[in-house]
């Protein structure tokens, strides 16, 4: 059994993975928070907790002046009967009154885990795969039943919870803060790692203390965004990627959030994750009820490197869908930064045929197919064939892809509208939009109003029937502008706050519906590249443009960053030309490939324009990728050395057998005469022999160094190292290739 109950000791045990999570009911009711960490054999906690009188911690019972809410470690705060910090639970009932009082009413625990109705879930295949505990917390006053829901999953270290209310009363509520999870830890001296970042910066690592201040990272933007990201770490003072202690928590979510941490004067620390209650109020009527996004939550003795194996393996099994999750994607060559918007139908064909004959699979045809586009300024909305550029039309087009033995894609924006097209003109009531007030435009668009039914109703039937009538085989689902004058018309004066998580609603309504229609497509979802890299996408979309930064070495922090929880399958990483588009900088062919290869390979360059020695290279770059890709996409990574201290940057795959493996090393700036370093290597077995074999030698100005194969122990590989070639010149790289060795007998 993962979860159990003691109804002696009231307490509830959580075996999740290779840790326990404990609560307790305090005085039989008040449900509490007494441990996460590492597994406990014993399952429940002895030790009672600890209250003493404290001055200005009000006392809910008159006869006990050692109990306040304010000092109680709760799972599940609320505001207003003596807990001072930041509530979980905010809401206003037609009096006037926001007190809720909640107490422990019952519990359930079952095999398997619900699917949530409106909102991306993790999930099993069969039943015995998890186990759900359902807490019911209710307040007699006003009815309303909170029920907390917590599922592990065995042969995993990560535990999901969400929340459902349910409104058994006879008055609306309004609910303006309804986080998906809260608890109360002990985290002395902790730091915090979030991932802040930009447009083309996207998922930077950043430390900072805890402290003994409110820490609120959060998007207002109607998207999860580039400039953070619904993941936290706290992690104990000495933390490394192989050793310290991590608590992470990722909200499965793609619109407004919020992360708190918020640690108090007795040092406890309050986590609380969910739904921004930013600009957010829900009218909950009698009977109603009201489901929170699920939050991922782990605990990880072995510092970050464990961490993100612990969600890589999660999320390929238990939120990626589709029959993509466990199939290798296919190397594609997108047009978006070889042509932009001019290309007609022969310059996409000679880029097709260069792009077949060095060996890739999938031909994408980005931005600028529709409508009369241009340019950015038109046609969002008007998903109809421009025949200037493609005269025989969409279908006729992916055939004659799909002749050259190639797969087709395709780039849409279905969430936008141009203020230039026929949608628009047609019905200029189907953006956001506040009548009366003036309408701000980003990157020329509005944001269509999929808190709409109407609309989501109307982009489905178009994206249906382009998706029916054209052979396409993968659709690069972008969302180029975030949302402003957040008002519906479709929607009451009363539910206007509603607008924002509405939207994300329909999103995921418009996005389930699609995928399930065309369960053969493979979805790739993008916001100007990574500003929805979250785990809410993920569970309709299994890979994500990663970023619109295409430079190696700007990519190797955006990647290591983003590679915190998720997995190299669901990154896409393209080679681009140089100077590179974004920064301007120079770097060889050769090591953009190595830090494409990080993800899932792609190519987003003029192939036209290249020599033969280049041309050589991208189909030894490409057959060398097959080679590898499963250990890279269903491996487990190791960060070796973190590109941060802009010197060097290293990684390693190794496959779950470990019969194989593959590291990259990434020199950024070279040095005179340096000192001459090796790579300890990591998840290798220890008693295994195996033939290394250094490759990069040809381009990079690698010093001399051989033999290129050596046959090696895994314990000297981890003990020992690798010996690091003496590269010459900046941004320069090279690749080891591991594989178990054939001794013969
Ligand atoms: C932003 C994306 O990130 C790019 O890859 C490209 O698809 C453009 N949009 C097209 O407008």
């Known amino acids: 059994m993962m979860i159990v109950y003691d109804s002696n000791l009231q307490q509830f045990s959580l075996q999740v993975g290779k840790a326990s999570y404990v609560m307790a009911l305090h005085k039989g009711s008040y449900l509490t928070t007494r441990y996460f960490g590492l597994r406990l054999h014993g399952d429940f906690l002895a030790s009672p907790f600890v209250e003493v009188p404290r001055s200005f911690s009000p006392n809910p019972m008159a006869d006990d002046e050692r109990f306040s809410l304010d000092t109680l470690p709760q799972e599940y705060p609320v505001f207003g009967n003596s807990d001072f910090r ?10 006037g009154s926001r007190l809720v009082d909640l107490h422990y009413d019952q519990h359930r625990i079952y095999e398997g885990k619900p699917k949530l109705h409106v909102l991306p879930s993790t999930y099993v295949e069969e039943e015995k795969q998890a186990q759900t505990l359902e807490i019911d917390l209710f307040d007699a006053v006003s009815q309303l039943r909170v029920t907390l829901r917590y599922t592990v999953f065995a042969g995993h270290s990560i535990l999901v919870r969400s929340v459902l209310l349910h409104h058994e009363g006879d008055a609306p509520i309004r609910v303006s803060r309804v986080m998906s999870m809260a608890m109360d830890l002990s985290l002395p001296d ?4 979030h991932l802040p970042g930009a447009h083309a910066r996207e998922r930077e690592m950043t430390w900072q203390p805890i402290g003994k201040t409110m820490h609120s990272i959060e998007s207002r933007r109607g998207a999860s965004s580039h400039q953070q990201n619904p993941f936290l770490a706290l992690a104990s003072p000495t933390i490394t990627e192989e050793d310290g202690e991590v608590y992470s928590v990722a ?9 708190v941490v918020d640690t108090d004067q007795y040092d406890v620390t309050r986590v609380m994750v969910g739904i921004n209650p930013f600009d957010f109020r829900y009218l909950l009527s009698p009977g109603e009820k009201f489901e929170t996004p699920e939050v991922t939550v782990g605990f990880h003795a072995h510092g970050l490197g464990e961490m993100s194996r612990d969600y890589h393996r999660f999320f390929r099994k238990h939120l990626l869908s589709g029959r993509y999750r466990d199939q290798l994607r296919p190397i594609l060559i997108n047009n978006w930064e070889a042509t932009y918007f001019q290309f007609d139908e022969q310059v996409l064909l000679q880029l097709a045929d260069e792009a077949k004959e060095v060996g890739i699979e999938l031909f994408v045809l980005d931005d600028g197919w529709f409508g009369q586009r241009d340019d950015d300024r038109t046609s969002l909305g008007d998903w109809v064939v421009d025949t200037r550029k493609l005269p025989h039309g969409l279908g006729a087009f992916g ?4 002749q050259k033995n190639m797969r087709f894609g395709l780039w ?10 026929a949608l628009y003109r047609t019905h200029p009531d189907w953006c956001l939009f506040v009548p009366g007030r003036n309408q701000s435009v980003s990157r020329h668009q509005y944001v269509l ?3 709409s039914k109407e609309v989501c109703d109307a982009i489905i039937e178009q994206l249906t029937k382009i998706l029916s009538q054209a052979p396409i085989d993968y659709v690069k689902w972008d969302m180029n502008r975030h949302l402003t004058e957040v008002g519906s018309v479709s929607l009451a004066a009363n539910r206007q706050k509603e607008v924002s998580h509405r939207y994300m609603l329909g999103v995921y309504r418009v996005m389930d519906t699609l995928t399930k229609r065309f369960p053969f497509i493979l979805f790739e979802s993008c916001s100007g590249g990574g500003g929805r890299f979250d785990p809410g996408l993920l569970a309709y979309m299994p890979q994500v443009w990663t970023s619109d930064n295409t430079d190696a070495i700007a990519r190797l922090s955006i990647q290591f960053g983003t590679s ?13 030309a140089v100077p590179n588009h974004q920064v301007g900088r120079v770097t060889t062919l050769q090591t953009r490939g190595y830090v494409a290869m990080m993800g899932n390979l792609g190519y987003e360059l003029d192939l036209r324009r290249l020599g033969e020695e280049d041309r050589a290279t991208i189909r030894q770059q490409i057959a060398f990728y097959q080679q ?8 487990d990574l190791y960060r070796l050395k973190h590109p941060s201290k802009q010197q060097d940057a290293a990684f390693l795959y190794v496959s779950e057998k470990r019969d194989r493996a593959i590291v990259t090393y990434i020199q950024i700036m070279a040095r005179a005469n340096p000192a001459l370093k090796r790579l300890r290597l990591q998840g290798l077995a220890t008693n295994e022999t195996y033939s290394v074999t250094l490759h990069g030698t040809e381009q990079t100005g690698v010093f001399a160094l051989s033999p290129l194969t050596l046959v090696m122990n895994g314990d000297e590989l981890m003990q020992y190292g690798l010996a690091i070639p003496y590269l010459h010149g900046d941004f320069l790289g090279c690749v080891w290739t591991i594989e178990k060795a054939e001794i013969a007998p």
């Open 86 to 95: 930041l509530p979980a639970l905010e809401v206003e009932f037609e009096d």
């Open 564 to 576: 915190l929880i998720y997995p190299a399958i669901a990154m896409g990483s393209h080679v681009s």
């Open 628 to 635: 590898w890709r499963d250990v890279i996409c269903f491996g």
């Open 251 to 259: 909200l499965a979510y793609s619109g407004n959030f919020q992360l």
């Open 449 to 451: 109003d999929f808190s």
């Open 399 to 402: 055939e004659q892809i799909r």
């Open 412 to 421: 849409f924006e279905p969430e936008m509208i141009s203020p230039d097209s």
């Open 190 to 193: 902790y730091q915090m790692l």
